[in-house]
C-alpha cells in the first residue's frame, strides 16, 4: 500500500505562435487540459501498477475538483482523504512555444488549505500504509507533519523536495527514509554544485551526513544515484527515444513507491522505477503516459 499526501493540479496547456505583449489578445493554435500535481501524477503512477495508493489532498470547490475525484477514482485510488477547500483547484496554465519551450503559471489554489490539522482527520491511513510520499507544492508545514507522524508509526517516508525550496528546513530532511530531488534541487538545497557527477555524489554524500538514510538523485536521461552510508550506486538510464519528459520525474518517484511497498529490496525497486520512468518518456503527455502493469509488460517485451 501506498499513502501520497500532496498536491492535484489541472494543467492547461496552451500551444502559441508567440506570447501577447500587454494588452494583446492573440490567438493560439491549439489547447489541452490535462490531470497533474505532483501528488497526483505520483499516486496516479503507484495506481496504475497496482497498488492500493490512498491521497492525501485537497481540491477547489469548482469543475475541475469534481474533474479531478473523477480522474482519482477512475484510476483506483482510495479519495477518503481528498477534501474539497474554499478556493479554486489548483490550476498550472502552460504555455508551450513552437520551440517546445514552455512558460508555467502555477495556483495552488485549495492545495495550499491542505494544512498540518488535516492530515489528524486521516492518521488511520498513516499508520496502515507501507510508504508516505510527499513532494513540495503544498505548505511545508503539512509536510513537516507527515514526517513527524510516520516517524511516529515507524511508516517510511519519502520526500520528493519538488519544486526546489530553500526554506526547506534539514532537521526534518533528516528523518526521512528517502530524499529524491533532481540535480536543480539538490544544489539548491546543500547550496553545493551539482554540475557533474563527481560534484552530485559529493552533495548527495553531505546529505547523508546530516542523517538522511538514502539520497536517490534522478539525473534524466543519465539515470538515478543512490547513495546512502555504505552504497554510491549509479543506475543508468534505459535508452530510448524521449519524445515528452514531463512528469517523468514523478512516474520514477511513483513507481518506486509501489515497487518499494511490493516488497522489492531498494535497488531492485530503483532498478524497475528507472525502467517505468523510461517508458513513460516515450510517450506524450503526463499521467497520459503512465503505463498500467499489464502495458508495461507489453512495452518492454
Ligand atoms: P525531473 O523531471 O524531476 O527532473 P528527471 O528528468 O531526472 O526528473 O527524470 C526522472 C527519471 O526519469 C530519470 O531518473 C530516469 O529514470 C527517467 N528518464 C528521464 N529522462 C529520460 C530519458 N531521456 N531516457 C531514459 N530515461 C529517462
Known amino acids: 500500500d501506498v499513502l501520497v499526501i500532496g498536491s492535484n493540479m489541472i494543467d492547461l496547456i496552451t500551444y502559441i505562435d508567440r506570447m501577447p505583449v500587454e494588452g494583446e489578445t492573440v490567438e493560439a493554435p491549439d489547447f489541452q487540459m490535462g490531470f497533474g500535481g505532483k501528488g497526483a501524477n505520483q499516486a496516479v503512477a503507484a495506481a496504475r501498477l497496482g497498488s492500493k495508493v490512498s491521497f492525501i489532498s485537497m481540491v477547489g470547490n469548482d469543475s475541475f475538483g469534481k474533474q479531478q475525484l473523477a480522474n482519482f477514482k477512475s484510476n483506483s485510488i482510495d479519495t477518503t482523504g481528498v477534501g474539497v477547500g474554499s478556493k479554486s483547484s489548483g490550476a498550472a496554465p502552460i504555455f508551450v512555444d513552437p520551440t517546445s519551450d514552455n512558460r508555467i503559471l502555477i495556483i495552488k489554489g485549495a492545495n495550499n488549505e491542505l494544512t498540518p490539522a488535516v492530515l489528524d482527520n486521516y492518521i488511520d491511513l498513516i499508520q496502515n500504509t507501507k510508504i508516505v510520499v510527499l513532494q513540495q507544492e503544498i505548505p511545508l508545514e503539512t509536510?513537516?507533519?507527515?514526517i513527524d507522524l510516520a516517524n511516529e508509526f515507524k511508516i517510511p517516508v519519502l520526500l520528493n523536495p519538488a519544486p526546489a525550496n530553500k526554506e526547506l528546513d534539514i532537521n526534518h530532511v533528516s528523518k526521512v527514509d528517502f530524499f529524491s530531488p533532481n540535480e536543480t534541487e539538490l544544489s539548491t538545497l546543500t547550496g553545493m554544485p551539482t554540475s557533474n557527477l563527481d560534484e552530485i555524489k559529493r552533495a548527495a554524500s553531505r546529505m547523508v551526513t546530516m542523517g538522511v538514510k538514502n539520497i536517490i538523485v534522478t539525473l534524466g536521461s543519465k539515470g538515478v544515484l543512490w547513495v546512502n552510508n555504505t552504497n554510491s550506486e549509479?543506475?543508468?538510464?534505459?535508452?530510448?527515444?524521449a519524445v515528452d519528459t514531463t512528469g517523468a520525474g514523478d512516474s520514477f518517484i511513483g513507481s518506486f513507491a509501489h515497487y518499494y511497498?511490493?516488497?522489492?529490496?531498494?535497488?531492485v525497486a530503483l532498478k524497475h522505477a528507472n525502467q517505468y520512468a523510461a517508458v513513460t518518456v516515450t510517450r506524450k503527455g503526463t499521467q497520459k503516459s503512465y503505463p498500467t502493469a499489464t502495458e508495461l509488460l507489453s512495452l518492454t517485451n
Open 143 to 146: 509536510n513537516y507533519h507527515a
Open 234 to 241: 549509479l543506475i543508468p538510464a534505459i535508452k530510448v527515444k
Open 261 to 267: 511497498a511490493q516488497g522489492e529490496d531498494i535497488p
